[in-house]
């Protein structure tokens, strides 16, 4: 089985449709593991809605979902991301509405948890710091934690009451062993903020090496386009600048 890992899409069609295009370049995929927040920023809330629904998947929800199904107050956000939950709002049928407010905070499959955040916050916790990290290891009941929510590639591994990180590197593929529990997150496909504009994402193949392996990938993608969609939409110019950042 091989399974395309994406997280933190928000809205951005043009960087989601390069991450499916190169994903099928190398090899394809089976089914889709969403991590959260699909919307938010971007000015394609709709088509990135539909693209992910057209396809096998299953998603989370991510704090961006929440707050434009009103789950969350966006009054929560800074002022560019409540401009955009409040825009993105305004763009849904119900029918997408209803969609986003009915993903699950968490999911666990086989030797896999999903959460955007953290077990001890799903929505909110940015799992970057140790302590951080050793919390949601205390709560897995699984030996691998997929997240989402800080747009960073990393992945935490738990060593004798420690955790350690590193950012993932494309050309060092994570070799899964159910005795190293891990949490790793794949980075954002539609905002990076590791100071590398292209989208991140990652393949899982189950069946390579013993317990299967992650594979990292980045991918260029239409950046002038989903910064003039951004533009276009009256959202904030500072949007479609950090686009252009990576950060
Ligand atoms: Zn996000």
């Not at 929800?61 to 002022?79: C, E, R």
């Not at 709002?89 to 999903?114: I, W």
């Not at 899982?204 to 533009?231: C, F, K, N, P, T």
């Not at 009256?234 to 950060?247: F, T």
Request: net charge negative; hydrophobic share 40%; charged share 20%.
């Amino acid at each position: 089985m091989r399974t395309l890992i994406v997280s933190d899409i928000h809205s951005n069609l043009q960087a989601f449709e390069a991450v499916l295009a190169d994903a099928e370049g190398a090899g394809g995929y089976d089914e889709v593991w969403f991590l959260g927040d699909l919307v938010g920023y971007g000015s394609d809330p709709s088509a990135c809605i539909d693209r992910l629904r057209r396809l096998s998947h299953v998603a989370i929800a991510g704090n961006h979902d929440h707050a434009v199904t009103g789950k969350m107050n966006p009054d929560l956000f800074n002022g560019a991301a409540r401009a955009a939950a409040l825009w993105t709002a305004q763009q849904l049928t119900e029918d997408e509405m209803s969609y986003l407010a009915d993903m699950p905070e968490v999911r666990r499959m086989g030797s896999f948890t999903h959460v955007h955040g953290s077990l001890c916050d799903p929505v909110m916790e940015y799992l970057i710091s140790e302590p951080a990290a050793l919390a949601t290891f205390a709560l897995m009941e699984t030996s691998f934690c997929l997240v989402g929510h800080s747009h960073y590639p990393l992945v935490w591994t738990e060593d004798n009451g420690r955790a350690g990180v590193e950012l993932l590197d494309p050309s060092a593929p994570v070799v899964l062993d159910p005795e190293q529990r891990m949490i790793v997150n794949p980075g954002s496909v539609g905002q990076p903020r590791d100071g590398d504009w292209r989208a991140s994402y990652l393949l899982y193949d189950s069946e390579a090496g013993a317990s299967g392996i992650l594979y990292h990938r980045r991918v260029e993608y239409d950046l002038a386009g989903a910064q003039s969609g951004i533009l276009a939409a009256g959202l904030p110019e500072s949007l479609a600048i950090r686009l252009g950042n990576g950060h």
